[in-house]
């Protein structure tokens, strides 16, 4: 268990469609991080929370990507009108304090037909 | 040039061997480093820390070496559980922001 949990862990989609992941660590990190990543290739950064302030987004968040953590705790990363090449496993990782060490949630594993 | 870069392997070794894997970063203020595992279709896991002064935990030995921006990780006496993806990560300095980015990974495969 490591303590925090994805959701959906699987979903497949239609070309066009919006999709909602949302990311519940069980307990409080400030710093919240998020991850693409597909086959063969290892996590490439997304976006960085720091509480419920959204401090850094990367360049491969095209405008159709939307990230939220409105009470600093559980975030959700929105993908409006989803293309193939949004295929890939989204994964959250709170950030602990002292040692730095991210912690990953299972994923959730995304299919754009 | 990637900021983080790694052999993607596959490494294949017997069991009781030893490996070492390399990974080279490109931001020379980059101020922490880690090794993650990763199983086939699980999330990363953190493996080690890798400190200054290097670092062992058991089987498993982490080295920095700032001059030639590369970290490595050594893995004695092989177990076929040690078959994984092996993440490396490097925490690049930027100001404000704590930006960890990662390698594409190298795949270790240890046969009986």
Not at chain 1, 36 to 54: D, I
Not at chain 2, 5 to 14: A, H, K, L, S, T
Not at chain 2, 37 to 52: A, F, G, I, N, W
Not at chain 2, 74 to 83: H, P, Q, T
Request: charged letters at 25%; one cysteine or more; hydrophobic letters at 30%.
């Amino acid at each position: 268990d490591t303590g925090v949990s994805q959701d959906p862990r699987h979903k497949i989609t239609k070309r066009g469609q919006n999709v909602t992941f949302r990311c519940d660590p069980i307990s409080e990190h400030n710093r919240l991080y998020w991850y693409r990543q597909t086959l063969g290739q290892g996590p490439e950064f997304l976006t960085y929370f720091q509480n419920e302030a959204q401090l850094e987004k990367s360049r491969l968040l095209s405008d159709r990507f939307s990230a939220e953590r409105p009470k600093g705790s559980f975030s959700t990363l929105e993908i409006q009108r989803t293309e193939q090449g949004d295929s890939a496993m989204y994964l959250c990782a709170p950030r602990e304090g002292n040692t730095g060490e991210l912690f990953f949630g299972e994923g959730s594993r995304l299919t754009v037909l | 040039r990637k900021e983080v870069e790694q052999d993607p392997g596959p490494f294949n070794v017997p069991e009781g061997a030893t490996v070492a894997f390399n990974c080279t970063y490109s931001n020379s203020a980059s101020q922490s480093f880690f090794w993650y595992r990763q199983d086939c279709r699980k999330e990363p896991k953190l493996l080690m820390s890798v400190y200054s002064s290097g670092n062992e935990d058991g089987r498993f030995t982490a080295q920095l070496n700032r001059a030639s921006q590369y970290i490595s990780l050594l893995i004695r006496d092989s177990k076929l559980s040690d078959s994984a993806t092996y993440l490396c990560v490097v925490n690049m300095a930027n100001t404000g922001f704590q930006k960890l980015v990662f390698g594409t990974g190298t795949r270790l495969l240890v046969s009986p």
